[in-house]
């Protein structure tokens, strides 16, 4: 019978200790595996030591010594942690795999398509936004008696605005979700678009397009980001190229209505002389309804579910990719299939732990501000988790690609109308007729003064009724007995004159600003008119709105080029390739001396430059993980839009004194960034992580 106190010890290695009470050598209840020595062969074995070298005495009975028996069990922890971390990694890999088949399973069709299009308007508004205020300011300069410097902020608010809100919905698209912040983002952009229309004063119209441009700013980040989470590997550049349409599109959107729409004066109303809705708030107003339709639209869109996943919400995830999988195969014709996944992998998040704890306690107030303090340290901590070692070489060569690339873009897209409205100044300059020394008594001005310049003259008891004066100059001239009634003047100034008894009744020529340095002698303005003369026909040339129009229209190639070839020769050769070629056609820009050749030469450079733009933004989305790739993206579009506000700076101050500085920029950014492209890692057949 088996003795009941019989303890077999397994030692490290599968080395068996001795047993208690197994009846030992003399009684003793520990054995030896080694057989039993002479009395004098162990005498023989320790003589001539010390009693401090003694070894030690379990040695000769097979139990380690208890340093070896520490050293062990700490190996044993550090090989139990390395494989905890291999299987943690081993996790992660799972979890990018299985949701790369899961979407394979739940095919591409209808889901996709629908997604596509709500999306596709949410960047069709930023599109739109670009374009808004350049298409305004020629007519908001007037009603609003803009400065060269107010002008100039007014242009480039937009750009600040979208900076910080790409920046901003990025990161928070990363902690709240990519649908919920989008939807934020587009309804504070609807809503401060509205309220720009209405403003009467500069201030507010600079603040409400400012946060307008804060709204919009977070939807190309959200977009692309949302969009590629919905896409299989060998669909995702095709389909991700297709989406940029949409931007071309709120470009030849925002120029056919502002061609129909700004030049009808008759289109707005008044409310006494304090409102005025000018035919250009209506466009203004018109111009955010690609927002509203896709505001409307993401409502019934789900949330990604990839961000459910990293963020453990495994039953949100699943109902969405069986939701995906059912439509699709609905509308294949396939009803019966089935969606067979059962258990979907999803890393270990504590981000909200820490809120759900805190909501516990204190008061609404208190849980609020702790939820929002929170909130505000994940993003910032993922932001910085940008710059980590495995990210941070990549993260830096497309970070320049994307600065070069928008720099010479948005820069050039100033340049080309800026320099083509020069072009027609001079053309208009050379045919300025001169008027020196004449003198004129008794007359009545009942017709249009425009593009001349009189010098010394003499005007006695001349009367100007109900006339338009448009750049029209007098200087060191003599009116005497005067009278002006009615007047509506366009850039025309009075310099070193003197006036004598003249007098000014219901006309915009104010004594502060029209006349400088004059004489004044018994000179009366009576009932001034306020704000600035609108010339709808010189402001709004057709001209202006055709230029946009083929510009956006010139990005069509580009686009469709892109889209086939994006997965067949990789990103990163449609990056390289298409930014060298319009390096390559900004040297074309010597040979612009009209505005037809600009036009012509604008939309080469166009056309080139689109390509680039889609392998960007695929290549941007596929270089990072979920948890960080709206962050990411938020970052290099923030990125992308200061490039455009210093560029936009720098080459708005050659126009019209050279043409070599703007060139040598754009072809120098587009050539670095070009050749650096091609040290990015090629992502066509990688997995999201």
Not at 393 to 400: E, K
Not at 440 to 463: A, S
Not at 506 to 520: A, E, G, Q, R, V
Request: net charge negative.
């Amino acid at each position: 019978m088996d003795d009941p106190y019989q303890n077999n010890v397994q030692g490290f290695e599968g080395e068996t200790y001795p047993t208690y009470g197994e009846g030992g050598q003399d009684g003793y209840p520990y054995q030896s595996d080694y057989p039993a020595q002479e009395e004098d062969a162990a005498s023989d074995a320790t003589e001539g030591h010390d009693e401090d070298d003694q070894m030690y005495e379990g040695e000769y009975q097979g139990i380690p010594h208890p340093d070896e028996i520490k050293e062990a069990r700490r190996a044993a922890r550090r090989e139990a942690r390395l494989k905890a971390k291999l299987a943690a990694l081993e996790e992660e890999e799972t979890l990018a795999d299985q949701y790369e088949s899961i979407m394979e399973d739940c095919g591409h069709g209808r889901f996709q398509w629908t997604i596509f299009s709500v999306l596709g308007l949410a960047l069709m508004a930023d599109g739109v936004e670009c374009f808004v205020v350049a298409f305004a300011l020629p007519s908001a300069e007037k009603d609003m008696c803009l400065s060269n410097a107010n002008k100039g902020l007014l242009g480039l608010i937009v750009y600040v605005g979208m900076m910080m809100g790409a920046v901003v919905w990025g990161g928070l698209a990363d902690k709240l979700g990519r649908r919920q912040c989008l939807l934020y983002a587009l309804a504070i952009n609807c809503i401060f678009s509205f309220l720009s229309s209405f403003a009467q004063g500069y201030g507010f119209f600079l603040f409400f397009r400012l946060c307008s441009g804060i709204g919009i700013g977070g939807s190309v980040p959200i977009v692309y980001t949302y969009y590629a989470e919905f896409l299989q590997m060998d669909k995702r550049g095709e389909h991700l190229s297709w989406l940029c349409l949409f931007w071309m599109l709120g470009g030849l959107y925002a120029s056919f209505i502002a061609w129909g729409i700004i030049p009808h004066y008759g289109w707005g109303f008044s409310m006494g002389t304090e409102f005025q809705f000018h035919s250009w708030r209506v466009f203004v107003l018109v111009c955010f309804l690609p927002s509203v339709v896709a505001l409307g639209g993401l409502v019934f869109m789900p949330e990604s579910p990839r961000y459910l996943l990293e963020n453990a919400r495994h039953d949100e995830a699943w109902m969405i990719l069986q939701r995906v999988h059912d439509t699709n195969w609905r509308a294949k014709g396939e009803p019966e299939r089935v969606f067979e996944v059962s258990q979907i992998k999803t890393p270990h998040t504590q981000d909200d732990d820490f809120i759900e704890i805190q909501s516990e306690t204190g008061t609404a107030f208190q849980r609020f501000m702790v939820r929002q303090v929170t909130l505000i340290k994940q993003v910032m901590k993922n932001l910085l988790s940008l710059a980590a070692p495995e990210l941070r070489l990549n993260g830096l060569f497309i970070a320049i690609v994307w600065f070069t690339m928008a720099f010479s873009y948005y820069g050039l897209s100033v340049w080309f109308p800026d320099q083509i409205k020069y072009l027609q100044y001079e053309e208009y300059e050379s045919n300025t007729k001169l008027f020196h020394r004449e003198k004129v008594e008794r007359f009545h001005f009942n017709f249009t003064l425009q593009n001349q310049v009189h010098k010394e003259g003499q005007y006695i008891h001349d009367r100007f009724v109900g006339i338009e004066i448009k750049n029209v100059k007098f200087e060191d001239s003599h009116f005497e007995n005067c009278y002006f009634e009615d007047i509506k003047s366009t850039d025309t100034f009075f310099e070193n004159c003197t006036l004598k008894n003249t007098v000014f009744y219901n006309t915009d020529l104010w004594k502060d600003s029209k006349f400088i340095d004059c004489k004044f002698a018994n000179v009366s303005f009576h009932h001034p008119k306020k704000g600035c003369h609108l010339n709808f026909q010189e402001e709004n040339d057709i001209l202006i709105y055709l230029v946009s129009f083929l510009g956006s229209l010139s990005v069509l190639p580009g686009n469709i080029l892109a889209g086939l070839l994006m997965d067949k020769i990789g990103r990163i050769k449609i990056i390289g390739g298409s930014m060298l070629v319009s390096s390559g056609c900004t040297f074309f820009l010597f040979l612009c001396f009209n505005p037809g050749a600009v036009i012509s030469f604008q939309c080469l450079f166009y056309a080139a430059s689109a390509a680039a733009w889609n392998g960007i933004e695929v290549i941007t989305v596929e270089l990072y993980p979920a948890s960080k790739r709206a962050t990411a993206f938020g970052v290099l579009n923030g990125l992308c839009k200061l490039a455009a506000v210093v560029s936009t700076f720098i080459f708005s101050k050659f126009v019209g004194i050279t043409k070599i500085v703007p060139i040598l920029l754009s072809f120098s950014a587009l050539v670095c960034g070009g050749l650096l492209s091609f040290k990015l890692p090629d992502t066509r057949e990688a997995i999201l992580q």
